[in-house]
């Protein structure tokens, strides 16, 4: 089983940027993307980011593309999140996920 690790939220004012980082450890099977979630409060988790096994596809949430970057160097593992212009509706706990395998997530605040 592999343990996924969020790093890298924090409070911060609207329009900032922010880094989310996933990192794992174990032995993973799993060949499908590795995905970022966010959790607003009183809301449903919503899906934000993936990226392909290949490392060179990805696609986004409508609400975040254009703002938001996943990517990865050339193993499959750390996973990144590049966030900018970021606004208040941003604010979530950021989860990393990967088959059925998730972070214990990180929290996002911004501020307007």
């Known amino acids: 089983q592999v343990q996924l690790v969020e790093s890298g939220g924090g409070l911060v004012q609207a329009g900032d940027a922010l880094t989310l980082s996933c990192t794992a450890s174990?032995?993973?099977?799993?060949?499908?993307?590795v995905n970022w979630y966010r959790q607003a409060p009183g809301k449903e988790r919503e899906f934000v980011a993936r990226i392909f096994r290949s490392g060179d596809v990805t696609n986004y949430s409508p609400s975040v593309e254009g703002r938001f970057t996943i990517s990865r160097g050339n193993t499959r593992f750390p996973v990144y999140l590049q966030m900018t212009g970021l606004k208040p509706d941003d604010t979530a706990v950021y989860y990393c996920n990967e088959c059925a395998d998730w972070g214990q997530g990180t929290r996002v605040t911004v501020s307007s």
């Open positions: 174990g032995d993973t099977q799993c060949i499908s993307s």
